[in-house]
């Protein structure tokens, strides 16, 4: 029978105690925020079958792709929380019903936003979960370029969708200072809200001053009045009560992502097919920045500040969250459509052998075939549970070598694993043991 998306990750308690190790023991022993349920864990979505479009064109609505993000978000949630179910998991992040939801989104520009197939897949939970209703929901920044957006494509005429510029109070009789010495106010939608979920985008920055990223902390520039320009400030904010207490939620869009330059521009932009969950906003820049500088490090190009004054390292100081990626875990969907019947059902034309075994230094798969092209290949290895274990663009004379370990070299753990290879649109499954 198919296995689908789903059912193919591990549940129950099994799963729950795997994904509940992954937290560093600081988390346990340090007290964060009280929203942040998850602090040190953060989980990666990818779907590489997935074609997100043209960056130009990402802000307007697509729901081609609707469907295959809610089923992002959805394992994503259940990962997170470690519960079977997404309404276990919404009811874990958002355990009072009917409140007001406040949703934090990036549209200052109209080429690299938010994409709206993630805001959607959110609010079709907080809804059909039973969380809260449309009229409660609340999408807001500071600019609204999101071009052709309508309330019924988030399907329910209900959500509120403000362009706040000029709605900025202080609500706060001892308001924080910028480093121009101006008293900042808040959004007014924030302080409507009982809850916050945090939807960035993942791009790079120009500001230095901000360790030249935009993620979750600086998503906030937009929720305060004036301008916060350095890290320290920044920090400030997102450490003040409204945002600090209200956060349950952190999503981070990354169908598309930039690697350099300001927020505005795509010059750099790139496709990821990823989004980001975790409640800790911490780990969520310090990933975030760390995918960014794998790219940056593909084009030859020198990492974004990963020093102390950098803003995840500096929230880590403020006990904001974890600056850290021990507790990541990655999950391609790809992974979650293989078919079975009393094991793995691999296409066996498709390659000429295997070898493996915990005897062989190393996993030695051959591929069949002439419309094999090496260096268009893309290899992904997985274990059963659906997690991402190491993947490697490109592979030398048909032949795919794996030594092992994982993407960080550290050696897996005996058992079987899956081996998934594609090329443009062909791709073919293969199991094997070690």
């Known amino acids: 029978m198919a296995i689908s998306r789903r059912n193919f990750i591990k549940t129950g308690p099994a799963a729950t105690a795997a994904t509940m190790t992954m937290l560093s023991p600081k988390a346990r022993a340090q007290s964060y925020p009280s929203a942040n349920q998850f602090p040190g864990r953060i989980v990666e979505v990818i779907d590489s079958d997935m074609n997100p479009g043209n960056v130009n064109t990402a802000s307007s609505e697509n729901t081609v792709l609707d469907a295959q993000v809610q089923d992002m978000f959805d394992e994503g949630i259940k990962r997170l929380t470690g519960k079977n179910s997404v309404q276990q998991a919404m009811e874990t992040l958002f355990p009072q019903k009917n409140k007001v939801v406040a949703l934090k989104v990036n549209t200052i520009s109209g080429r690299i936003v938010t994409r709206k197939e993630v805001v959607k897949a959110v609010i079709t939970r907080l809804i059909s979960e039973g969380i809260t209703t449309g009229d409660n929901i609340k999408i807001y920044d500071s600019r609204n370029n999101w071009a052709g957006m309508s309330n019924s494509y988030f399907g329910t005429s209900n959500v509120t969708i403000d362009n706040i510029n000029g709605q900025f109070n202080q609500h706060s009789s001892d308001p924080i200072k910028n480093e121009h010495n101006q008293n900042i106010g808040y959004a007014d939608p924030l302080f409507e809200a009982d809850y916050l ?146 094991g793995i059902h691999i296409n066996t034309s498709q390659y000429l052998r295997i070898i493996s075994g915990p005897k062989a230094s190393a996993v030695k798969i051959s591929l069949a075939g002439k419309q094999w092209q090496p260096e268009k290949v893309t290899a992904r290895v997985y274990d059963l549970s659906g997690q991402l274990v190491y993947t490697q663009p490109g592979i030398s004379g048909k032949t795919f070598v794996w030594h092992k370990q994982n993407q960080k070299g550290r050696t897996s753990a005996q058992g079987r694993y899956l081996a998934h290879f594609t090329q443009d649109k062909a791709a073919f499954w293969v199991s094997f043991a070690i």
């Open 197 to 342: 979920i945090n939807i960035p985008v993942m791009k790079s920055h120009t500001n230095s001053g901000i360790g030249a990223i935009t993620l979750a902390f600086k998503n906030h520039w937009g929720t305060v009045r004036p301008d916060c320009g350095n890290a320290d400030k920044l920090i400030a904010v997102n450490g003040s009560p409204p945002i600090r207490d209200k956060t349950r939620l952190v999503v981070m869009s990354a169908l598309h992502a930039t690697y350099n330059g300001g927020p505005t521009s795509t010059s750099s932009a790139y496709t990821l097919k990823t989004i980001f969950l975790g409640t800790d906003p911490v780990t969520n820049d310090f990933v975030g920045r760390m995918r960014i500088n794998e790219k940056r490090d593909e084009m030859g190009m020198s990492p974004k500040n990963t020093s102390s004054n950098a803003i995840p390292e500096r929230g880590e100081t403020a006990g904001l969250g974890i600056a850290s990626s021990n507790g990541l875990i990655t999950m391609d969907m790809a992974s979650l459509t293989v078919s079975r019947s009393n």
